[in-house]
């Protein structure tokens, strides 16, 4: 079983909906997560860390489930600009700072 | 924010050829940075942990003979890919995170990563 799983999409969404993206990790005891977007052939970044309340960033708003083991990542409004991949990250409790990548979701916002 | 540069962002090179790719912390010191690799629509792979003044640590599969990391300084980690060969093609991305003990939520830093093509 893969440390981080996502789908991989892609998501076609029209401009203006609201998409929603899960993504799953096998280490119970990891305690960082964070979603970052890659543009194609660009270096991933950070788009936002996830906390276990919950938080928001405009219209982007990330969730934990700790019991569950998922993340999910909702964008409101989709714009054409947001069309990306999306990539959860998480790094396992251990002492080396180490970030484990999912394999991306791929979302594409049309007009 | 804190800015990391990697050069060079782009190599073409020989099959039996070595490359090396830099990475530098711009504003910060980076006493622990990471190497990723990135195939076609895959996920960023780690490769290894480099830190400051000792040896790397390689992720499971990879090759510390093949691929070198140095990081001598607290601002520069350098992987050299030796041998190349072909199925070493790939974009490689270095990371660093500004470590703080009382805080895992530091944001990581990457650099614009390498594409090598090996002909």
């Known amino acids: 079983r893969k440390e981080v799983e996502q789908d991989p999409g892609p998501f076609n969404v029209p401009e203006g909906a609201t998409v929603a993206f899960n993504c799953t990790y096998s280490?119970?005891?990891?305690?960082?997560f964070f979603w970052y977007r890659q543009d194609c052939r660009k270096e991933p970044k950070l788009l936002m860390s996830v906390y276990s309340s919950g938080n928001e960033d405009g219209r982007f708003t990330a969730q934990l489930n700790r019991a569950s083991q998922y993340i999910s990542l909702l964008i409101r409004d989709s714009k054409l600009s947001d069309s990306a991949t999306y990539l959860c990250v998480v790094n396992p409790m251990d002492s080396s700072y180490k970030l484990i990548f999912g394999s991306g979701t791929r979302l594409l916002v049309r007009p | 924010g804190a800015v990391v540069s990697q050069h060079p962002s782009w190599v073409i090179c020989k099959s039996g050829t070595s490359v090396k790719i830099e990475c530098r912390s711009l504003d910060f010191q980076a006493t622990t940075m990471f190497w990723y690799r990135q195939f076609p629509k895959q996920s960023l792979m780690l490769m290894a942990t480099?830190?400051?003044?000792?040896?790397?640590?390689?992720e499971q599969g990879v090759e510390k003979d093949k691929f070198l990391i140095n990081h001598a300084s607290l601002t520069l980690s350098t992987l050299t890919v030796t041998s190349a060969h072909p199925e070493d093609s790939s974009f490689y991305i270095c990371s660093a995170r500004e470590i703080d003990l009382s805080d895992r939520n530091t944001e990581a830093f990457f650099g614009q990563g390498t594409r090598l093509t090996v002909v």
């Open positions: 280490n119970s005891a990891s305690q960082s």
């Open positions: 480099s830190n400051e003044g000792s040896k790397a640590t390689y």
